[in-house]
């Protein structure tokens, strides 16, 4: 269905549908593979990884 304030989306979230990874989860470290819980309300892009100082990823 397209019309009018329609995107590829649906309004399922900023990811889309079940891309959307939600406030729960891992954030990984793509060096070390250190997986730290991810923090309500902080990217994972934001934050270095505990163990060797790498920005990290979500999971």
């Known amino acids: 269905m397209s019309g009018r304030g329609r995107r590829s989306g649906g309004g399922r979230g900023r990811m889309g549908g079940s891309k959307a990874?939600?406030?729960?989860?891992?954030?990984?470290?793509?060096?070390?593979?250190?997986?730290?819980?991810?923090?309500?309300?902080?990217?994972?892009?934001?934050?270095t990884c505990p163990k060797c100082g790498t920005k990290i990823v979500r999971k």
């Open 21 to 47: 990874a939600g406030p729960d989860g891992l954030c990984v470290c793509p060096n070390c593979g250190k997986e730290v819980k991810h923090q309500i309300g902080m990217p994972c892009y934001q934050q």
